[in-house]
């Protein structure tokens, strides 16, 4: 599948579109290529993008006081990121997006989405349910955080994304998780002897 493809069947998943309307869209669209391990993001940083991943793996976090990073999302091939908070307010972020794997990106700026939304009304219902359906899945998680066992929450992760475990590290899952390292490799070893 190529690069338009990936992006296309994403919208397709919502809105029909026009070439026109195509042409459109992709005119407003830049290309970023991220080498493993680079920010897109930083925190005090304003995020500036929505980005749709055409290749590669993402993480938002945060880092406490002790320096422990906590991760609240990941992103692969298919998926759009960003700090929306930041992106919708113009405020500073209180996260870091990196990329995991060399990556590469396609962006909009606010402007430009504004504009497409303008153009292209069609737009403003595809990223409606863009957000509606990040702050369900954010509702989701809370939840899960605060009423599944951690057994429970490892099972669904691994159900959910079964693909992201293969590609990222145990300390990664982990700290997406709300786990230390050691206490996932305790769990996985649990259930292969179950």
């Not at 993402?58 to 990121?81: A, C, L, N, P």
């Not at 992201?164 to 769990?187: C, D, H, N, W």
């Amino acid at each position: 599948m190529t690069n338009e493809e990936l992006l296309l069947n994403n919208l397709a998943r919502h809105i029909s579109l026009e070439q026109t309307e195509i042409d459109f869209f992709f005119s407003l669209l830049t290309q970023k290529t991220l080498k493993k391990k680079a920010f897109l993001l930083r925190q005090g940083e304003v995020c500036k993008t929505e980005n749709f991943i055409l290749s590669g793996c993402i993480r938002m976090y945060t880092i406490d006081d002790s320096g422990q990073e906590h991760i609240v999302m990941f992103g692969v091939e298919g998926w759009w990121t960003s700090d929306l908070y930041s992106f919708f307010t113009g405020t500073p972020s209180e996260y870091y997006i990196d990329a995991l794997e060399d990556a590469v990106l396609l962006q909009i700026t606010k402007e430009r989405l504004e504009l497409l939304y303008e153009k292209v009304p069609k737009f403003e219902r595809f990223f409606r349910i863009l957000l509606q359906n990040a702050f369900i899945a954010q509702q989701r998680r809370i939840n899960q955080n605060l009423s599944y066992t951690a057994e429970q929450r490892y099972l669904d992760f691994i159900q959910k994304y079964p693909q992201l475990e293969q590609r990222i590290s145990q300390k990664q899952v982990a700290a997406y998780l709300g786990f230390t390292p050691v206490f996932l490799s305790m769990l996985r070893k649990k259930l292969s002897q179950s």
